[in-house]
Each structure stands twice: as C-alpha cells, then as structure tokens.
C-alpha cells in the first residue's frame, strides 16, 4: 500500500463517513464514561479527522483505549493514526548508520540513488548537508550533528503529517498569498 504525501495510505482506502465518526465516539464515551458530545462539537471532530480511513482510526482508537487513562484529543487519535500507518520512525543514530552504510568516500550516484530509493528521509538530510562533507568532517562531531538535524527534521515532517490535507493546502495558499503581497510591497506598511 502506497502513502501520500499526508502520510496516511492511499489507494484502497476512503475518508471517514459521519456514521463510522459517531461509531468511534460512542466507543469512547462508552469507555471513558463520558456524556455525548453535541452535534457542534462532533462536526468539528469530523471535519479534522474526515480524510482517515475508519479502520485506521478505528485501531488507533483500539491502541488509545488500552494504553490512556484519558479520554484522546483528535491531535493523540491522528498522531496515533500516523504511527500505525508508518510504523517505527528511525532514530537519529540510525538514520546515520544508515548513511555510512550507503555512502562513503568513493560513492558513485547509484550509491546515492539506492539511498535515496530505500530511504527517502536520510537521503534528503544528506542531500542538503552534502554527503563528501560529512565524510570528510570530524566524526566526533559530525555524528551527533546529524543525529541532531535527522531528529529536527523528522519532527517537523511528522507534525506536517499531522495536520489535515485540506488544512495544510489552506494554509500554503495563505503563506503564498502573504509571500505574494510582501513582494509587491502591498504589506511593508503593516511590518
């Protein structure tokens, strides 16, 4: 099953239906004894978790019930969505393993295309670091600044990950937008 750029599977699986969201929220109300939420509040649930598949979060439900005390936040059911589907995240220090691995001294571009074929994450840290540098750097500090930049850069792509596909599409035509007027000055007034 292929991902899409949210990082939810595509292909084969459909957005959430109003009746599978009151299905999953009688679970939980069922579970942490709460009373029902009015229809203001579940449109709201809706509309931030409509672009997930139901049997996703339907298990991402099942984990929370058996791992929390508490009743979730759509931030912990969509977070616990997105590890179901990605499964385990590399660690910063695997991440560079896996780079040595791949690259070394005398790497040719297939090396570097393997790379990034096999793992599209570390290639891109690299491809942005530059993979001669960090060969020839100090390992003694050029590792743990990997690992520090891989663990940034994972954080900032599964926050994104995180957030709605129409959401985060608003939000590029807003920020383009905002470009658009500070490059024709129509905003330097403002700042």
Same mark, same amino acid.
Request: aromatic fraction near 10%; charged fraction near 30%.
């Given at each position: 099953?292929?991902?899409?750029?949210?990082?939810?599977?595509?292909?084969?699986?459909?957005?959430?239906?109003?009746?599978?969201?009151?299905?999953?929220?009688?679970?939980?109300?069922?579970?942490?004894?709460?009373?029902?939420?009015?229809?203001?509040?579940?449109?709201?649930?809706?509309?931030?978790?409509?672009?997930?598949?139901?049997?996703?979060?339907?298990?991402?439900?099942?984990? !929370?019930?058996?791992?929390?005390?508490?009743?979730?936040?759509?931030?912990?059911?969509?977070?616990?969505?997105?590890?179901?589907?990605?499964?385990?995240?590399?660690?910063?220090?695997?991440?560079?393993?896996?780079?040595?691995?791949?690259?070394?001294?005398?790497?040719?571009?297939?090396?570097?295309?393997?790379?990034?074929?096999?793992?599209?994450?570390?290639?891109?840290?690299?491809?942005?670091?530059?993979?001669?540098?960090?060969?020839?750097?100090?390992?003694?500090?050029?590792?743990?600044?990997?690992?520090?930049?891989?663990?940034?850069?994972?954080?900032?792509? !599964?926050?994104?990950?995180?957030?709605?596909?129409?959401?985060?599409?608003?939000?590029?035509?807003?920020?383009?937008?905002?470009?658009?007027?500070?490059?024709?000055?129509?905003?330097?007034?403002?700042?």
């Amino acid at each position: 099953m292929t991902q899409c750029r949210s990082g939810y599977p595509k292909g084969g699986l459909k957005e959430l239906k109003d009746n599978e969201l009151l299905t999953v929220l009688a679970i939980l109300d069922t579970n942490y004894r709460v009373k029902t939420m009015p229809k203001e509040q579940i449109a709201i649930w809706y509309e931030l978790l409509k672009d997930i598949d139901y049997s996703i979060i339907n298990k991402a439900v099942q984990k !929370i019930m058996l791992t929390s005390k508490f009743y979730p936040t759509i931030a912990e059911i969509r977070s616990n969505c997105l590890e179901l589907v990605q499964g385990h995240k590399k660690s910063g220090m695997e991440a560079w393993g896996i780079f040595r691995q791949y690259v070394n001294l005398y790497s040719t571009s297939d090396d570097y295309q393997r790379l990034k074929k096999d793992h599209p994450d570390v290639y891109d840290l690299v491809k942005s670091v530059g993979g001669r540098e960090l060969l020839m750097g100090n390992a003694s500090f050029v590792r743990p600044e990997f690992e520090r930049m891989y663990n940034e850069h994972r954080e900032v792509l !599964i926050n994104r990950q995180l957030l709605p596909t129409e959401f985060r599409r608003d939000i590029d035509k807003l920020r383009s937008t905002v470009y658009a007027q500070l490059e024709a000055g129509e905003m330097a007034e403002a700042y």
